[in-house]
């Protein structure tokens, strides 16, 4: 019985390890979570094809950018001198 648990916690560690760089890509929202996907479905089983997926969901591309800097440029209410609250593409809410 404990042999039997054993090894279906294992068979569950190894599942979800083999798909730790989809995992990571879609928590990332990346524009090519599809194309990581079926990189890490296709080449995984080769140590080397997990790593370039692993490798691909954590490079930071030009969406991360452009979204750290929209984040980053966004007036917080305390910093706007009627304390207007705004979208994530810069219109006004109140």
Known sequence: ??????????????????????YIAIRAHKP????????????????????????????VDAADIYRMQRTAAQPTPSETPTGAEYDMVGRRIR
């Open 32 to 59: 090519n979570v599809g194309a990581i996907a079926v990189l890490n479905l296709c080449l995984g089983w080769t140590f080397i094809g997990w790593v370039i997926a692993l490798v691909w969901a954590y490079k």
């Open 1 to 22: 019985m404990v042999g039997a648990l054993l090894a279906i916690s294992l068979l569950l560690l190894i599942f979800f390890l083999y798909w730790l760089p989809t």
